[in-house]
Every structure is written in C-alpha cells, then in structure tokens.
C-alpha cells in the first residue's frame, strides 16, 4: 500500500521567501513521484515528476523537489516565491511506471503575503 | 485546446436523482482515470481504463457509480440515486501510452441538494 503526508496544509510566505512544502511517502515499491499544483476551481497542473533518475527534479515556474530515499521524502521548494505562486499544491505517489492510479497527500495551501 | 476536457463543469441536482459527466480525454491518450476530490481534500482515486476496458476500481466506487469508456475515446461517469455525500468535484486525467503521467481536466462539481 501507498501514502503520502503533507505536513502543513496551510504555509504561509511573504513575496520573494524561500517556499518549502513537505511531502514524506510510504511505498512497499520504488515510487514514482509527482508534485501537482491546483489554482481555484481548477484541475490539476504537473509541476514535476521524480522517475528514479536524477534525485534533484527541476520543474516548472522555477520549483524543484529532491527524492531523498533515506527519509522518505520529496520536499517542493522554490527560492523566492511569487504572488502568482498562491495554490494548492498536491504530493503524489504511484507504484510503478506502467501508469497506474495516483495515491495524493491532503495538500498544502501556499499563501504568499506581499 | 487539445487538453482534457469535462462537461458539464458545474451540476446541481436534488437527492435521489440520477447524473452523468462526460470526460474528452487528449487525443491518442489510451489511459484515462476518474478520481473525486472532496472540499479541503486530496484527489481519490475512483477507476481506471486502458482504452476500452476498466482495469481497476476504488472501494469508493459503490454499486450507484458506473464508469464506461465504450469506445476507448470518451468515458462516462454516471451517478445514481445521488445522495449529498456525493457533493465532490469530479475529476478525470488521461495518460499516452508508455508515460507516467497524467493530464487532468478541470473537473466537474457537483452539488446535491
């Protein structure tokens, strides 16, 4: 079985502060990793994936994620947030790449203060 | 826009009435999913086809909920009897083939009064 916790299901950063979110999983399997973001009344966006290459995964709008094993995490972080960075934003998990169901954390509200 | 697309975006219906999503998914993408995300909450995950045939599905997904994908383009996800804990945004995602990864659709919230 999978999980994801995101710890934190609200941040709150002022404009150019560095954005941490904090994404820990549970996986029998090596995982597959997504961090998605999900502006109002809207679907949700890839902002990146970890497929067991590189451990540092660069995404877009400037956000980055590290897959570090040894913890079980796959932190989001961007070095100076935006107001446009204002979202929800989802850790996900799958088990395998043969594109199977997505297990997500309960999100994290970022709200960046001008 | 090629993108995944959801009719209607928005439905209200009363309790104990039937409804019915359509999903589009982007061209050529043989995987589509469907998943319900409640206020406040992560998506969860409701079922799964790989063109024609549903290869999984949630323990969320009692007898009221049907899925189809008849053709392997389109699916469909239809509501019976709707009771108000069904209230959720409805969301479908569609992946190619040999790529884990899944586009979504803006969703489709439903309210049920």
């Known amino acids: 079985a999978q999980s994801v916790t995101q710890l934190g299901s609200h941040v709150s950063v002022s404009e150019g502060a560095l954005v941490l979110l904090r994404c820990n999983y549970s996986?029998?399997?090596?995982?597959?990793l997504f961090w998605y973001v999900q502006y109002p009344n809207q679907g949700l966006q890839l902002l990146l994936k970890?497929?067991?290459?590189?451990?540092l995964v660069k995404g877009i709008n400037g956000f980055e994620a590290e897959f570090k094993k040894s913890e079980t995490s796959f932190h989001l972080t961007k070095p100076s947030a935006h107001m446009s960075d204002a979202a929800e934003y989802f850790c996900?998990?799958?088990?395998?790449?043969?594109?199977?169901?997505?297990?997500f954390g309960g999100g994290t509200r970022l709200m960046v203060k001008p | 826009d090629t993108g995944v697309s959801q009719n209607p975006r928005h439905k209200i219906t009363k309790r104990g009435q039937n409804v019915t999503f359509r999903c589009d998914p982007i061209?050529?993408?043989?995987?589509l999913y469907w998943y319900r995300q409640t206020l406040g909450q992560g998506p969860e995950f409701l079922t799964y086809?790989?063109?024609?045939?549903?290869?999984?599905k949630s323990r969320l997904l009692s007898d009221r909920f049907s899925a189809e994908r008849p053709k392997g383009s389109f699916s469909t996800l239809e509501i019976q009897r709707t009771e108000q804990g069904d209230s959720a945004m409805y969301l479908c995602?569609?992946?190619?083939?040999?790529?884990?990864?899944?586009?979504f659709g803006p969703g489709t919230r439903l309210t049920v009064l």
């Open positions: 995602a569609s992946s190619p083939p040999s790529v884990n990864e899944q586009f």
């Open positions: 996986s029998s399997v090596p995982p597959y």
């Open positions: 970890y497929t067991s290459a590189a451990t």
């Open positions: 996900a998990v799958s088990r395998n790449n043969a594109g199977n169901m997505l297990t």
């Open positions: 061209s050529e993408h043989n995987r």
């Open positions: 086809f790989q063109n024609e045939a549903q290869l999984e």
